[in-house]
Structure formats: structure tokens, C-alpha cells
């Protein structure tokens, strides 16, 4: 049993290392990506309640690497936000949204943010220098931020966002019910949008729960003035349950897929198409 016990420990700490050694190389490959302009950005529709009329995008950063093919943001964010890359990578996304994105004049242009990036003492600058950069119309910006980012220093937190306010971005509050949110967050930072995570809409049409859950985001959001948009519908049941609770957009496969600038291009120019 002893010997069980250390063979065991053993090839734990071989995983160990093939994990962290897997990381060092994702780290040395993503730097090498963001140097070499190699990652993509592309768009998801976000639609107004009927489902037809496409409100904005949001943006969803891609990489393909040269030899592991496709790597999901799930892999690669936690790697750029341990490393320090998220700064360069979430400044290269805000700024490639921001280029492609004047192409829809109509539409809101949804950018995440990592707490990482949100809590540096610079990233308004940075985002005033964008804007001004690419002429980006500032009230066409929506930030999407998690409630990791509310867990910081509350005052420097409330006065990087009046100022983003100030310059006439949007601040959405996204993944919403899925972290250390308190309600009082919502009083005191100047949200203008709700975003409920997809670990909800899923359970929507089964579990009464998370159809009580959803139906409380929505009355608080409006209570509160904000707009609530729901992620992750799937299917024509959950747009019908989410169209009747009042949601004010949806996004999801069942209104389109994340694709390229172009293709959101196309969508815009023949609508009856898609
Ligand atoms: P998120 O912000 O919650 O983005 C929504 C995710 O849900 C996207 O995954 C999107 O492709 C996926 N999704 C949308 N509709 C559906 C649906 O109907 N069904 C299913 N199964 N999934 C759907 P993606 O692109 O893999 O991104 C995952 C997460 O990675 C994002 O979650 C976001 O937290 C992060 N991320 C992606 N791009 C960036 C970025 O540029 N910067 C930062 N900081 N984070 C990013
Ligand atoms: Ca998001
Ligand atoms: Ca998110
Ligand atoms: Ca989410």
C-alpha cells in the first residue's frame, strides 16, 4: 500500500509538470501570436427580443496555433491573464473591435474585459487612446465586465467607471449570477446592462429554479433602469420563455454563431438571408 502511495504521487507530479511545462509553451506561443498578429477576432450577433433585428456584436477573441490547431479562449485567457499577456491581447482586441467595427455604423460593439486589465491604473487612458485612434464612436462601446473586477479597491473601481460613463461608453455586467455579485454592487456602479450567463438559460425550459432565477434578474434589471440581455439560447423554447420573462436582447447559436467581420458585413446587407 505504501508503494501504491508513492507511485501514485509520482505521476501526480508528472501531470504536474506536464501541465505547467504545457503552460510555459502556450505562454511562449501566445506571445508569439500576439507579436506576429495572429489572432482573430470574430463577432456573435446580438439580437432585440423578436430575434430578427441584430442590436450589436460581441466580440470573442480566436486563436489557431500553427501546429495544435484551434485552442478555446478557455485555455488561452487563463494563460494570458497568469503570464501578464491579457494587457497586450485585451488592448488588441478592444482596438481590432474597434477598426472592424466602423463598418456598423447601427450596431453596439461588445468588448470583454479581464479584471487584470480593468484594475490597471491606466486603462481608461488606454481606452480614451483607442477611441481616438480608430474614431470609434465611444457610445457604440460596451465593456463587458465580470464581477471579479467589483472585488478590488471600490473607490478606484467606481471612478475608473465614471469615467468611462463620462467619455459615453457602456458598462455591461456580465456572467451576472455567477460570482461574488452582492446586489448592493448593482446601486453603486453605473451599469447599463445585465448579462445572464448561460449556466441559466440552459436549465430554463426544465428547472423551475433557474426559470425563478431568470425571471428575478429581469425584474431587477428593469427595476433598476438597466437592460438585461440573455447569453446562450439555444433553442426556439428558451427564446419564447425569454421573450415572455421581457428581456430586452438575446444572443446565442440560435441567432447566430461567433464569424468573421465580413460575414456580420453580409448578415447586415441581406438580413433574410440568415
Ligand atoms: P463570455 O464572455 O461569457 O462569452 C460567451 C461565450 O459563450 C462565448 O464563448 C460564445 O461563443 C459562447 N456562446 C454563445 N452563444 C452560445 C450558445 O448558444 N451555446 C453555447 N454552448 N455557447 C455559446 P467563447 O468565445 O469560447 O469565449 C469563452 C469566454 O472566454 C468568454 O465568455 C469570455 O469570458 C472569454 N473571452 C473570449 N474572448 C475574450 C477577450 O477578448 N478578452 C477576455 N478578457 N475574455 C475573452
Ligand atoms: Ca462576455
Ligand atoms: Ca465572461
Ligand atoms: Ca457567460
Known amino acids: 500500500a505504501k508503494n501504491e502511495g508513492r507511485n501514485r504521487a509520482c505521476i501526480y507530479d508528472e501531470a504536474m509538470d506536464a501541465d505547467l511545462s504545457n503552460r510555459k509553451l502556450l505562454e511562449s506561443d501566445l506571445r508569439d501570436a500576439l507579436d506576429n498578429d495572429a489572432l482573430r477576432v470574430v463577432y456573435q450577433p446580438i439580437v432585440d427580443k423578436s430575434g430578427e433585428k441584430v442590436l450589436g456584436v460581441e466580440a470573442l477573441c480566436r486563436w489557431t496555433h500553427p501546429t495544435r490547431g484551434e485552442i478555446p479562449p478557455s485555455e488561452f485567457i487563463p494563460v494570458a491573464e497568469h503570464s501578464g499577456l491579457i494587457i497586450q491581447l485585451g488592448n488588441w482586441v478592444l482596438r481590432r473591435a474597434c477598426l472592424e467595427g466602423l463598418a456598423w455604423p447601427d450596431l453596439t460593439v461588445a468588448v470583454n474585459v479581464s479584471p487584470l486589465q480593468f484594475r490597471r491604473s491606466d486603462f481608461v487612458d488606454v481606452v480614451e487612446r483607442i477611441l481616438a485612434e480608430t474614431q470609434f464612436d465611444p457610445t457604440r462601446l460596451e465593456l463587458e465586465l465580470t464581477e471579479s473586477v467589483l472585488l478590488g479597491n471600490g473607490d478606484s473601481t467606481e471612478a475608473a467607471m465614471v469615467r468611462l460613463?463620462?467619455?459615453?461608453?457602456?458598462?455591461?455586467?456580465?456572467?451576472?449570477?455567477?460570482?461574488?455579485?452582492?446586489?448592493?454592487?448593482?446601486?453603486?456602479?453605473?451599469?447599463?446592462?445585465?448579462?445572464?450567463?448561460?449556466?441559466?438559460?440552459?436549465?430554463?425550459?426544465?428547472?423551475?429554479?433557474?426559470?425563478?432565477?431568470?425571471?428575478?434578474?429581469?425584474?431587477?434589471?428593469?427595476?433598476?433602469?438597466?437592460?438585461?440581455?440573455?447569453?446562450?439560447?439555444?433553442?426556439?423554447?428558451?427564446?419564447?420563455?425569454?421573450?415572455?420573462?421581457?428581456?430586452?436582447?438575446?444572443?446565442?447559436?440560435?441567432?447566430?454563431?461567433?464569424?468573421?467581420?465580413?460575414?456580420?458585413?453580409?448578415?447586415?446587407?441581406?438580413p433574410a438571408a440568415f
Not at 170 to 182: E, I, K, Q, V
Not at 212 to 229: D, E, F, Q, Y
Not at 248 to 270: D, K, N, V, W
Open 165 to 270: 460613463k463620462a467619455l459615453g461608453v457602456r458598462l455591461a455586467l456580465d456572467d451576472f449570477g455567477t460570482g461574488y455579485s452582492s446586489l448592493l454592487y448593482l446601486r453603486r456602479y453605473p451599469f447599463d446592462k445585465l448579462k445572464i450567463d448561460r449556466s441559466f438559460v440552459r436549465f430554463i425550459e426544465k428547472a423551475a429554479d433557474a426559470a425563478a432565477i431568470v425571471h428575478a434578474v429581469v425584474s431587477l434589471g428593469r427595476g433598476l433602469g438597466m437592460k438585461v440581455t440573455a447569453e446562450g439560447v439555444e433553442t426556439g423554447d428558451q427564446h419564447l420563455f425569454l421573450r415572455a420573462a421581457g428581456v430586452h436582447s438575446m444572443q446565442g447559436y440560435r441567432f447566430g454563431r461567433p464569424c468573421s467581420a465580413a460575414e456580420i458585413t453580409a448578415r447586415l446587407e441581406a
